[in-house]
C-alpha cells in the first residue's frame, strides 16, 4: 500500500530529509504536494521529480513563475498551504513549516481527517490546546518527528500514561554544555550554529544553543502525551544517541537509541502504524560511544529553559508569548543586532508584560503573536548592540 504525503516546508532541513525517506521507499511513499518559500529555483527541481498534484509557495508572484498548462496546481500563502494540506487522496501531512504558518493548515488537515506528522514545534507550542482539540474532535492522530518525541511515541507504545512515572527529554546541551554566563557575552553566530551533534536550520540550532527548543519538547510532550508537567524531566546527554526514554511506574526504563539521523523519526512517522523497514541509513554502532553521560541542564546560564518553564505553569497564551518573544529575539542575534546573552533578557522582559489570557481561536492566537513581537522588537533594540 502506498502512502501518499505532503509537505509544508519542504525545501528546508527536515523537508528536504523527507523527501530523502521518500526516495529511500519510492515504491511505499509518493508526493502528492509541496509547500514551500522562497526557494523557487529548489521547488521547481522538486516539482520535476516528484510531479505532485499541488504546490503552494509565500509570494503570490513566485507562485505565477511555477504555473504552467501541464503543471501541478499552484497557490501561494496560507491558502495554498491549507490546499497542500487538504488535496485529495492525501494520507499524512508533514508539518515542516518553521513558525506558526504551520498551524493554519495543519488545522485543515485535521479538518480534512489528514494525519499529521509534526515537525514544527510551534504549532503546539502557541496553540496546543487549539490544535489536540480538533485533532480530537476530527478523530485524527498527531504522529511527531522531532526525534525526542518520536523516541517517546516509540517508547510509550500503547501503554497508558498512567504506567508512565516520567517521560524523559534528552539534550545535547548544545555548543556551549558547561559554560557558565560569563563565557556567553561574546558569542558569535558561527559559533553558536556550530551544534556538535546535529545538522539543522539556522533558528532551531540557536534554539538548541540556548536550550529553548528543550523548553519548547516540554510544552509539546505535554499536549502530544497528555502528561503533566511534574512528570517530565529533561536530562543532558552529550551524545545524543538516546533520544529520550519513558521510566514507568515499576522503575523500567525504555529508551530509543540510534544515530544523530532525522530521517530515522521521519521514516517511522511515514510508514506507521506499518512495520518497520530496511533502509540504506548508516546504522549505530555501540563500540563508537564506549562512554554515555548524563547531566542536569545548567538553568541557571541557560535561562531560557526556565522561562519556558515560567510560561508553561502560566499557560493560557503564556507559550505563544514565549515563542514569538523567542522568534524575533533569535532572529536579532543572527542578524548581528542582539548579543547571544542578551536573548533570554528580551524574552522575560516580554513575558513579563503579558497577562495570559485564555483563548478559543486561532485569531486570538495570532494577535497576541503580533503583540508579543511587537514587544520583542522594542526590547531587541534597548538590549541590542
Known sequence: ????????????????????????????????????????????????????????????????????????????????????????????????????????????????????ALATKEVLVAAGDLVTREAKNHKVEIVPIDSEHSAIFQSLGARSIDEVKNVIITASGGPFRGKKLKDLKNIKVEQALAHPNWKMGRKITIDSATLMNKGFEVIEAMWLFGVPLSKIKVVVHAQSVIHSAVEFVDGSIIAQIGPSDMRLPIQYALLYPGKRRENSFKKFSFSDFPNLSFEEPDVATFRCLGLAYKAIKEGKTAPAVLTAANDVAVEAFLNDKLPFARIPDVIESVLSRHSPKRYKTLEEILAVDSWARDEASKFAVKFGK
Open 1 to 116: 500500500m502506498t502512502t501518499k504525503i505532503s509537505i509544508l516546508g519542504s525545501t528546508g532541513s527536515i523537508g528536504t530529509q523527507t523527501l530523502a525517506v521518500v526516495d529511500e521507499f519510492k515504491n511505499s511513499i509518493k508526493v502528492v504536494g509541496l509547500a514551500a518559500g522562497e526557494s523557487i529555483d529548489k521547488v521547481r527541481e522538486q516539482i520535476k521529480k516528484y510531479h505532485p498534484k499541488a504546490v503552494s509557495v509565500k509570494k503570490e508572484e513566485d507562485a505565477k513563475l511555477l504555473r504552467s498548462k501541464k503543471g501541478p496546481r499552484v497557490g501561494w500563502g496560507d491558502a495554498g498551504n491549507c490546499i497542500v494540506a487538504t488535496i485529495g487522496g492525501v494520507d499524512k501531512v508533514v508539518i515542516a513549516t518553521p513558525g506558526l504558518a504551520g498551524i493554519k493548515p495543519t488545522l485543515a488537515g485535521i479538518k480534512a481527517k489528514k494525519t499529521i
